[in-house]
């Protein structure tokens, strides 16, 4: 594709001078409108060495406050990111609502770079392609404006550029290793770019290519493709406000020939107490073991806890912690969002406290609220509630692919037992500070919970993150056997490395 663009446009200075003005006016309009209407905006430039990102990017960020942007230089990764999933450097710059993004190279430049260099194999390059598209739909449903642009100059442009900035000593360090790489390679690196916009070009998230090789035609491209997405975005805001969408209709026999797992789970299972203390100093053992393999293997854990109001999570995770060396493992508790992390993809504040190799990360509750706590109390729409089932799964995977153990618990216990419990806590002291009003009401929602539950597991128990259901009436029974599935998933994958 690329070969065949006309990389000879050009504008004249007069008009280049006149389109700037009136678009630096236009673009600065639009940032306050966009502040406005609560749109985040990503602009992600790529394209070969010296095609002029640093140049443009400054080009674009002049008529605009600078509050209200941030500029990411992205192409090496630090060794804190190295320790994480490919795209969690990227998850945790996502702008709030209302913010503008601009990446200096995104998360294509690992993904061409490895390609280019045949470091990874085409299997995991080719489940990196999905990922990112995954990543980039998921922002946009969101709300997230990208904006993609490849600036493209030929090869006989880029040697010019080249030996141009080696001339002098004060530019020469401009010029990498691996941009000369490129120049040598170059036929090969414009079929590896071209593949890569044809793989990731999509509705949501379109590339727009430069032609690079005239700076200010450049420039008054950048701008106007800027401008024309953020503008769109506005209009459809307003149109949205002004006609909101319709809830999805709901089935009114679905009640009649609903799936139900829980009701099959028997909580008749439980331990006494002699042989609660025998296994569970057994297991303890065994966890501190792993943990040092783990970390020696820099393998990354993630534990989600999800569950009845006084199911039993803070019990077992007390257990679970107790062997563990404290430096290697993090407990996240999940409340309601911040306001901070309103203003982000409901995801983002999860991706904030993914762990890195080596680490476990321990969630007491966790990203399936949304289909639960955020679908019965309506703090979402029934549409993204809907879509979050597949948002979940992908997530997931990604960490899975980039070997993350994922291991997810629902602790079930029946209504009589949790009404028992919270008595209980109601009438100790020292208990009472973890019944509230909030708990009480949610028990008046139980059927409708029970119903979220049923399609959380049926919808998002998959093969690299499949739900555990532990019976949780006995609370021995139910540590010991989160404990032992802890570490037999871990000891499980590890005997394969």
């Known amino acids: 594709m690329m070969e065949k663009i006309d990389l000879n446009k050009h504008i004249s200075k007069e008009?280049?001078?006149?389109?700037?003005?009136?678009?630096?006016?236009?673009?600065?309009?639009?940032q306050r409108e966009a502040k406005e209407l609560k749109i985040p905006i990503i602009v992600v430039f790529e394209g070969f060495g010296s095609s002029g990102k640093g140049e443009l990017i400054n080009k674009l960020i002049q008529p605009l406050d600078p509050r209200g942007f941030c500029v990411y230089a992205t192409e090496k990764e630090s060794e804190e990111e190295k320790l994480h999933p490919f795209l969690w450097r990227f998850w945790t710059k996502t702008p709030a609502k209302g913010r503008i993004a601009i990446f200096d190279t995104s998360w294509y430049r690992k993904v061409l770079n490895e390609r280019a260099r045949k470091e990874t194999e085409e299997e995991r390059i080719k489940n990196s392609f999905e990922e990112i598209k995954d990543f980039e739909r998921q922002l946009v449903q969101d709300g997230t404006v990208i904006i993609k642009l490849f600036l493209h100059i030929s090869k006989k442009e880029q040697k010019k550029r080249f030996e141009k900035l080696l001339s002098s000593k004060d530019t020469a360090w401009k010029v990498t290793k691996e941009d000369l790489h490129c120049q040598k390679h170059y036929e090969k690196y414009l079929h590896l770019?071209?593949?890569?916009?044809?793989?990731?070009?999509?509705?949501?998230?379109?590339w727009t290519i430069v032609e690079a090789e005239d700076r200010e035609f450049a420039t008054i491209k950048v701008l106007s493709t800027v401008i024309g997405a953020i503008q769109e975005a506005c209009n459809?805001?307003?149109?949205?406000?002004?006609s909101p969408v319709k809830e999805l209709m709901s089935n009114p026999y679905e009640d009649a020939v609903r799936t139900s797992v829980l009701n099959k789970v028997d909580l008749a299972h439980f331990l006494e107490k002699e042989e609660y203390k025998e296994r569970l100093k057994k297991v303890q053992k065994r966890l501190k073991e792993l943990h040092s393999e783990l970390y020696a293997k820099r393998v990354p854990v993630i534990i989600a806890f999800e569950g009845w109001d006084a199911a039993g999570k803070g019990g077992a995770i007390k257990r679970l912690t107790e062997p563990l060396d404290?430096?290697?493992?993090?407990?996240?508790?999940?409340?309601?969002?911040n306001d901070i992390e309103k203003e982000h993809h409901y995801l983002w504040r999860f991706w904030n406290t993914i762990p890195k190799a080596g680490h476990i990360a321990i969630y007491d509750r966790t990203w399936y609220g949304r289909v639960m706590v955020e679908r019965i109390e309506g703090f979402c729409t029934a549409e993204e509630w809907n879509r979050a089932y597949t948002e979940l799964n992908e997530m997931e995977?990604?960490?899975?692919?980039?070997?993350?153990?994922?291991?997810?618990?629902?602790?079930?216990?029946?209504s009589d037992e949790q009404e028992k419990r919270f008595k209980e806590r109601m009438e100790n002291p020292e208990k009472q500070w973890k019944i509230t009003d909030e708990d009480w009401r949610n028990r008046e929602k139980w059927s409708e919970y029970e119903e979220a539950v049923d399609e959380m597991i049926l919808r998002t128990s998959t093969t690299y993150a499949p739900w555990h259901i532990v019976e949780a009436n006995d609370k021995y029974y139910a540590r010991v056997k989160v404990l032992e599935t802890v570490a037999n998933t871990i000891e499980t994958v590890l005997n394969k490395k």
């Not at 008009?15 to 639009?30: F, G, H, I, P, V």
């Not at 995977?397 to 029946?414: C, N, Q, R, V």
């Open 15 to 30: 008009d280049y001078r006149t389109m700037k003005t009136q678009m630096e006016a236009r673009l600065s309009t639009l």
């Open 397 to 414: 995977a990604h960490l899975a692919h980039e070997g993350s153990i994922i291991i997810k618990f629902w602790l079930h216990i029946d």
């Open 236 to 242: 459809f805001v307003k149109q949205t406000k002004e």
């Open 193 to 206: 770019a071209d593949e890569m916009i044809e793989r990731t070009d999509c509705d949501e998230a379109p």
């Open 326 to 337: 404290p430096r290697g493992y993090r407990v996240n508790p999940t409340s309601a969002p």
